[in-house]
Each structure stands twice: as C-alpha cells, then as structure tokens.
C-alpha cells in the first residue's frame, strides 16, 4: 500500500499534515459489506473512536492525552488510533519510541493490547516491519503489534488479502499467524459481523490459515460487542473445528477490557457466549497461559504458546462447548 502519510518534514508541520480524516477511513471507502443497518452504525462507531484518538493524540503530541470524554466501550478503539499516530510521530521523528513510551505508561496503561496493536498500524502504513522499541516493549503482548499490521492491510486492502489470500512478503515466515490474527480481527469489520459472511471468506482459505483468522474474528467480536448472543451462537456454530481459536480471541478482548477497569455489558455478554465463562474468569485464563509462556522465552513461538494455553484453559474449564 502507497503511504498516504509524507515523511521527511520539519516536525513544526507534522501534526497538521498528519490528521486523519474520518472519511478517509469509513467503511464505506474500501468495498466492505453494508450489511445490517444498526450494526454497521455501530462499527463506523468503532471507526470513528480511532480517528477521533488517532486525531488528539496528534493535537497533543508533546503533552497528556485525556480521552476520558469518549464513551467507555470506544475508548480502547481511540487509544488503538493514538498508538497509531504517537508511533508515527516516533518513527518519522526517529525518537526511539519516546511519544509511545509516554502514552503506554501514562493515560494509556489501561490499555496495553491496544496501544501495541495501535503501533502496528504505523508500522504497516510506513510499510515497515514492527519493531518494538522504548524502555518497556511490553513482553510477549508485543506481538500484537504485528495483529494491528495485519488488521491495517486487511482492512484498507481487503481485495489481496481475502480474495486472493496473499500474504506480504514481510509477513511470512513464523510472524503470520499474528498477521492473519489481525486480518481476522479486520473480518469483523469487512464482513459487517455477519457469521455467514465470515465463514463463507475464511472457509477459502488454506486449512492451515483458518484457525488464525477465526481467533481474529473471536477477538473482534468480544471487544466490540456488536452483535447479540444469538448472533454469536451461529458464529461459534460456524467456527467448527476452530472453536477453541474463537475462544482464545475472545478471551484476549476480555482481558483487555479487564485491564481497562470496565467491561461493557454487549462485551460481557459476547465472552460468555464465545468463551462460555464471564470475562473476568477468561482473563484470568490469559494471565495464567502468559505466565507460563513468558517462562519459555520472548520469541513468537512463545506467543503463539500464549495462545495454546488459553485454548487449553477454555478446554478444561468448559469442555469446548458453549456454556
């Protein structure tokens, strides 16, 4: 994807130039399915959050960022787009990580998963490969930085990645996984949340790509929580084989709306139908399996032990079937 942020500028200048028009990013702008009415609002809701966070974060480049005014259940998605912008602004400047540092250590704390995804949205609009830098690169979550790469290309090139189910040179190898986590998660937004929809995409895929995709689309499901309980049973019942992904998804957005001090009663709801337990309890899952994982290494293959383990906690704890 061509960069529609210049690089090379007097830093004086770098905020004004790179503001993000809310159009610029809308659902509508990429050929994504209209779908339901209500819920597409609901995901261009999502949509502006991260712009409007993207936006301050850039207003306020140097000083606290304060999003206490955003609604609760959106203000994940506009610290998701200050990560985005802070990191931009760390890249071009060549500030080692500095405005991300402050942002995940001050007003952002709450919000650790989406400020590494946010970061990983820089990185793929600048067509670079995540790099985590800083005092604190977050641990094994880092890689998480290569699910937001993976959500940006899926969702502002959705004909490459799931009709023609390439992958970027950048991503292949052992990082793809995370990658088709995030174009999992894009799915959600793609696909309108329509179950059918989604199963119908991901089942052209590779065998060995789907349960990837389907823990992206678990995770998208339970943050955003626009979709009712009856919804999400059909889309448990689509997953099939990959069940226990979807559940890992989930409970990953559980334990990020945990960490934020509140879970929304929509998202509560959508972890006790795809993980089948409340999100306190799927979050203690994920502290439990990164506990284990972080003792075997840093690497991606730790992370993706990260995930085993929350399979194997939603396994144990549920029997694989919905509660």
Known sequence: MHSNFPTGVPN?????????????????????????????????????????GYNAALAEREGPLDLCRMPQ???????????????LLDLVTCSRGRR????????????????HVGAGWAYARLRLRPRPSGKDAGGLPRWLAWDGWGFHNAYFRPGP???ERRVERAARGEVRPVRDQGAGRALWFHACAD??????????????????????????????????????????????????????????????????GEVPGRV???????????????AEWTDTALAVASARGGGVAAYQQWRAGVRRAWQNETGGVRA
């Open 12 to 52: 004086s200048r770098l905020p004004r130039l790179l503001m993000l028009d809310e159009e610029r990013i809308s659902l509508d702008k990429y050929g994504h399915a209209r779908g339901d009415t209500e819920i597409r609002a609901r995901l261009e809701g999502v949509v502006g959050a991260f712009a409007a």
């Open 73 to 87: 259940e959106l203000r994940g998605f506009a610290y998701e787009g200050a990560a985005m912008s802070r990191t």
């Open 100 to 115: 991300l540092d402050d942002l995940r250590t001050g007003p952002g704390r709450g919000y650790p998963h989406l400020i």
């Open 161 to 163: 990645v799931y009709r």
């Open 195 to 260: 179950p059918e929809r989604i199963e119908q995409i991901i089942g052209r895929f590779p065998g060995d790509r789907r349960a990837d995709l389907w823990a992206g689309v678990g995770l998208a499901a339970a943050y955003t929580g626009v979709q009712p309980r009856p919804v999400l049973a059909r889309l448990g019942e689509a997953s099939g084989v990959h069940r226990g992904h979807l559940a890992q998804g989930a409970a990953f957005a559980a334990k990020a709306h945990v960490l934020s």
């Open 268 to 282: 509560g709801a959508a972890v006790a139908e795809l993980c089948g337990t409340t999100a306190d309890t799927a």
